[in-house]
């Protein structure tokens, strides 16, 4: 019986270590994931929520208190109460506190984004990451630190004989105190959480919709969008394109020159439709047309097209080319199901 209660407070005690660690796990590894859906890129603004650092200043907020699952973000006078109190400690388990105080642990930091991760070295491709790559390589880490609040450091001394706890806390003190007082004796530093992502964010800082005829976000359309596809088609490392634009103002200048094209309508013809061009006459080779609408709904993705007075509708991807219609057929194949794995046990 006398070495059934050591071992029973010794079992508690792990189970809010292990604790511990998933919740400093989780801070980090949901960190990261956050790089690729908050639009941070683009936010204005410095310091510790402004720009890249705002994702790992709302983070910190959140698990200031070590945790998720109880947030309270109301003001204690001046203070908040999760952050800048210890009234989150009031709810700590049994044997143990957690505490991003201890010297050597630290809340979670984000650092990156690292540009170069991923590059081909290809010249068109470098040209593009250049002016437009916001991301890279993103990399989180945090470390918690744990302090002993019940268990004796003699406790199985006579098996080891050495201590097996780390100096025990009086209960009755300041727990933050404690922490920035903490040395290699008093606290448990768990293991180093790590993840790293690589994420760029440009697709989401823009809802785009591009009708054809719009450019450079003219009219409607996504300026961020068309810049990128601009950059592409038009630049100097795309073998293509200096020939298809030679032959493109010989083919204008010899339909003139034959009466096949009116001078007037030259014009039009070369402009997008929100200058006052026309969608019915064609558009300039030597500009890109994009066109591009998010697709809701169970329905085809599909694209409805005014022309010479009345309505044409067209398929926005190849769901349907006439030929083997591979996306409707994956769709089909693959169901509800993540990847067409139908049986979880057989993938």
Known sequence: MIAFIPIFLYALF??????????????????VWDYTIQDWAMSGGGGEYGNFSQVQGYAR???CDHESGVDDYTMDGDKARDCQTEAHHEHAAL??????LNPGAQQVECTGPDKQVGLMGIPIESGFADEFNHGGLIKCNGRIGV????LNENTFSEFSKKPLAKTMQDKGGSVHGQAKGSDGTSAYLLPWEQMSIIADPWAINDDVSIRPGQKGGLGGGSGDFYKRVTNVYTNLANVGFGPMS??????FSKAMSNNLLSPALVGPLVSPVSLGGSLELGDNPRTPNVA??????????????RQAGHNEYYFNTEWRDWD?????????????NYMGCKNAESC
């Open 246 to 251: 030679v032959a493109a103002t010989e083919f």
């Open 95 to 100: 044997t143990a506190h957690p505490c991003w």
């Open 61 to 63: 907020q959140m698990y």
């Open 14 to 31: 792990l189970d809010d270590l292990l604790r511990y660690a998933l919740d400093a796990q989780e801070a980090v590894v949901a960190t």
């Open 324 to 336: 083997r219609n591979a996306p409707e057929k994956t769709l089909k194949d693959r169901g509800n």
């Open 292 to 305: 591009i609408k998010p697709q809701t709904g169970t329905g085809n993705p599909s694209e409805k097209i």
């Open 147 to 150: 302090q002993n609040y019940m």
